[in-house]
């Protein structure tokens, strides 16, 4: 629980680098965290190391962000990002493993309603780190610098927690009093892309649930209607956006992120097979950060889109790569929807919903310490990890003689299968 609160960057950052910078005393306390990961793999090593593909697919990516150390604008942060993000995956791929069925959601409820709790105590008890002074001011940002950071993280808790409520085994009060307080903190932030993130998170566990519950015919009629409606809503996006934006508060510019996005594909276009470097251009010496805080007019801390912001990182490769993970995820996720699917919940596919389209507003890709990308590669350790294959038991070794006892009549000999005659003469 402790590393998973760490991965939030709750309380400690805003204490320790309330302006957001990286400080020798966030490197110092991480040292203990990372102390922690590696005894934790160590004392689950087999089992761990199950998860193979998932390891070889994180070693990759680690080897593609380290080499970019030779082309990074800043090779210095480059090196220690990458360590980071080593440590983030490794524990990552742990969760995954280690923590099977519906274990993971459910530590991932309780771990949502320690933050919860702890957030209503700061919002209420310690306003000027709760709640939004300047910017923003008034919205509610708990543990977190700002407030989309604490919409994320309970939008991860509430999903949880519906998939525990989904998973049926009786223990229904602590889910249900975490999918409350979330669901209310996600609505205090008044984040338009935590609140969609939020009711794809809980439609997706609802619907399959439901889906379940109905049996096959039902089951067809709600995958048919969710085609139809899907294809409305993608024609109606496409022909009417402006009005789509509008009815979500949103201007066209998606608050300045188009201008955003413009600019960074020029840079992109520059080092499209390299990027700048992992974690390097949002430097505060960063010259092609400097271009696009100059075209925008105004200090852009991020892209603001997980795909761009890779790009601009890794290239394309790095891009293609990720992609390619997340393609597997959902594939291998839908395989097993029957089995593993319904022993979790069906945590894994809705969060992979979230992710997509959080990927889409925010750079949670490839994150050197982000919970939405730990829960990412969690549920690729899943995928891919003989354990949660579907378990099959039979009720004999030959499911023909299931209902079949073995004789009870002894043998007349202890040793040779004797028979006794039919007659006596």
Known sequence: MICIIMLTGALIGPVFAPDQGETPMLRLIWLPVYAIILGLIAARFQRVMRAWPAWLALLGLVGLAYASKYWSIDPAVTGRRVIAMAMTGSFALYLGTAYDGQRLPRLLMQTALVMALGSLVMVFAFPTIG????????????????????????VAGATAAAACLAAGDGRWKAPALTLVLTSVLVLATQSKTSLLCLLIGLGLVSAFWTMRRGGPVFTIVCVWLGIVVAGIGLYVFLTEPESILAALGKDPSLTGRTHIWDSLMRRVGERPWTGY?????????????????????????????????????????????????????????????????????????????????????????LSHASLPWA????????????????????????????YQTRSRIAAQYAHGPARRPLLRL
């Open 131 to 154: 709640v939004h002074q300047a910017d923003n001011a008034g919205l509610w940002r708990g543990l977190w610098y700002e407030k989309n950071q604490m919409g994320i993280v309970m």
């Open 277 to 365: 470097g992992y974690s390097a251009f949002w430097g505060r010496e960063s010259i092609p950060a400097a271009f696009v805080r100059q075209e925008t007019g105004w200090l852009v801390p991020s892209a603001h889109n997980g795909w761009i912001d890779l790009l601009v990182q890794l290239g394309w490769p790095g891009a293609v790569a990720v992609g390619g993970l997340f393609i597997t995820s959902v594939t291998v996720t839908l395989i097993r929807l029957g089995s593993a699917g319904v022993r979790e919940g069906y945590w894994a596919i809705a969060y992979l919903g979230v992710f997509l389209l959080l990927s889409l507003s925010e750079s949670v890709l």
């Open 375 to 402: 829960l990412f590669l969690a549920i690729l350790a899943r995928a891919l990890s003989p354990r949660t294959a579907a378990i099959s038991t039979s009720l004999a070794p030959n499911p023909h003689a299931a």
